[in-house]
């Protein structure tokens, strides 16, 4: 801006209206953005004949230290002329500036010749010439209707967009968590891992940590004991956390199929007892077999894996392709 001076520059909108309809005059101005600007407040009229209904609240823009701003009064006119605006006053602290001058036609509604002829008889004061008996009455006209401007609906427009488009995010949203559904990501319990598969694991860990070779047998075979009693309390429904040796071995004798399973377990189990009571040192070899042994009684005691569904690999085979 040349010597940081505020501009001011007047439009109306519309530049013509019938008796009574409304216009906006609009003051843009442009100013630095220290400054403060103060707009005319008009109680009736900006110019005889313009009347102000409302003063509309600005709308400012900053960009690049200028701020734009908009203010915007409300007018109508209950006289037909071409009302002449020479400026509009604005002050921005030090200075007044002063707008550019605008017109703003207001006209009459349209009436018949023979009407306007009688009117203006009427004006010259030649109402002695006239045979009002000869007049025709009309009925009174109906309320003339506003032209539509559609922007007065424009609030209506955004409020069925805003609709349609929260309809639209709600079928997506619906048809998604179907799909997923179907495909089994939503809702799907989680996976149970038979009880040889994870005493199995428990083992391997358990093997890798080769605890028997840095002396820590007693705690190797709490460990191992522990797996395998859980194991059988998971598969066979034995409480065997809460039995003694003895107690589990003739619980198992009932339910094994065959003699190693037995002799397997009590291997295991009476070592562990002599480890952790009678505080035995056993071989190395001892611990090897005793880690062996557990191994062999949990898959000599496994439950079978289930025969296939063919429906189900189908279904599988399907969800598979529609992922892809």
Do not use: C
């Amino acid at each position: 801006l040349n010597a940081q001076r505020a501009s001011v520059h007047a439009t109306v909108q519309p530049t013509e209206i019938l008796i009574g309809e409304q216009a906006v005059i609009n003051l843009k101005v442009i100013t630095p953005k220290e400054k403060i600007i103060h707009f005319p407040v008009y109680e009736k009229e900006i110019i005889p004949g313009i009347e102000v209904i409302a003063m509309l609240p600005p709308d400012t823009t900053i960009e690049n230290n200028v701020m734009t701003l908009n203010f915007r009064y409300l007018v109508t006119s209950f006289d037909s002329t071409l009302y002449h605006v020479p400026y509009i006053p604005i002050f921005d602290g030090t200075d007044t500036l002063y707008s550019n001058s605008f017109g703003l036609k207001v006209t009459s509604p349209e009436l018949s010749d023979s009407t306007l002829a009688y009117l203006e008889r009427i004006n010259k004061g030649e109402t002695d010439s006239i045979d009002f008996n000869q007049l025709q009455l009309n009925d009174i006209k109906p309320v003339r209707k506003p032209p539509f401007v559609w922007t007065d609906y424009l609030w209506l427009l955004w409020i069925l967009l805003g609709v349609l488009i929260l309809l639209a995010l709600i079928a997506l949203v619906v048809y998604l968590v179907l799909r997923k559904k179907r495909q089994g990501y939503f809702f799907k319990p989680p996976e149970v891992l038979p009880a040889h598969i994870r005493a199995l694991k428990e083992l391997d860990k358990l093997k890798q940590e080769k605890m028997w070779l840095q002396g820590r047998e007693k705690e190797f075979y709490s460990r191992l004991t522990d797996i395998l009693r859980s194991y059988i309390w998971e598969r066979e429904g034995i409480q065997a956390m809460e039995m003694t040796t003895g107690e589990i071995l003739n619980a198992i004798r009932k339910v094994a199929e065959t003699d190693s399973v037995y002799d397997n377990l009590k291997q295991i189990l009476t070592t562990a007892d002599l480890v952790k009571f009678a505080k035995y040192k056993p071989y190395p070899d001892e611990n090897d077999l005793s880690m062996v042994n557990a191994y062999f009684f949990v898959n000599q005691t496994k439950e079978d894996d289930p025969i296939p569904d063919p429906k189900e690999e189908g279904k599988q085979r399907d969800d598979q392709s529609d992922n892809e």
